[in-house]
Nanobody, 115 residues
Framework: QVQLVESGGGLVQPGGSLRLSCAAS????????MGWYRQAPGKQRELVAV???????IYADSVKGRFTISRDNAKNTIDLQMNSLKPEDTAVYYC?????????WGQGTQVTVSS
């Protein structure tokens, strides 16, 4: 079992920045890919960015150049630095990990971009 806890969401004005963090605990030795997904009201959950334990990151086209995902394997954390935020980035952001062939999700953190 893997537990994921997100933090760092909130309200920000368009053009602003936020940093999300996700801490993993439990059977962390088997964690492979970790990432961030988001779900806006009335829409399906979508990939934002993923980062394997070693290798290249993947970003959704809508966030390329604005968001940066990073990972600290020693601390079992991933962060998502979000810059130049837009109203369309408003969503609940979920941390995700794949471990032992199973998919795990955090409880989600709300990000609202509004003036």
């Amino acid at each position: 079992q893997v537990q994921l806890v997100e933090s760092g969401g909130g309200l920000v004005q368009p053009g602003g920045s936020l940093r999300l963090s996700c801490a993993a605990s439990g059977s962390i030795f088997s964690i492979g890919v970790m990432g961030w997904y988001r779900q806006a009201p009335g829409k399906q959950r979508e990939l934002v960015a993923v980062i394997p334990k070693g290798g290249s990151t993947i970003y959704a086209d809508s966030v390329k150049g604005r968001f940066t995902i990073s990972r600290d394997n020693a601390k079992n954390t991933i962060d998502l630095q979000m810059n130049s935020l837009k109203p369309e980035d408003t969503a609940v952001y979920y941390c995700n990990s794949i471990s032992g062939g199973r998919v795990y999700w955090g409880q989600g953190t709300q990000v609202t971009v509004s003036s």
